[in-house]
């Protein structure tokens, strides 16, 4: 639980859904930095992230196309990075 006291939003389903250890740790790595409260931007991710920038790239994509992850904020010239938000797990399509 988080200070509001809103469950984790960690889903035990990532675990079922047979996708790489990269994507698998960097849903991990986005649903601690949102239990904490902090925005899952690259720029937090990449700060915690320790495999290649392929991977990092790679999972954000596995993870937006199966709608576990949503991008919120683009990447902007000024901001240089993008903002995400994780999605519900009833809305993650379990297979493409």
């Not at 990449?46 to 495999?51: E, H, I």
Request: aromatic share 6%; hydrophobic share 35%; glycine share 6%.
């Amino acid at each position: 639980m988080d200070l509001q006291n809103n469950p984790p939003s960690m889903s035990q389903k990532i675990f079922k859904m047979k996708l790489s250890v990269e994507t698998v740790s960097l849903y991990l790595i986005c649903s601690s930095l949102a239990d904490r409260g902090v925005a899952l931007s690259t720029k937090n991710i990449r700060d915690l992230w320790n495999g290649t920038e392929k991977g990092l790239e790679n999972g954000l994509g596995d993870l937006e196309q199966r709608h576990i992850l949503t991008q919120i904020v683009s990447v902007s010239d000024r901001e240089k990075y993008a903002v995400y938000r994780l999605l519900d797990d009833r809305e993650w399509k379990t297979s493409i």
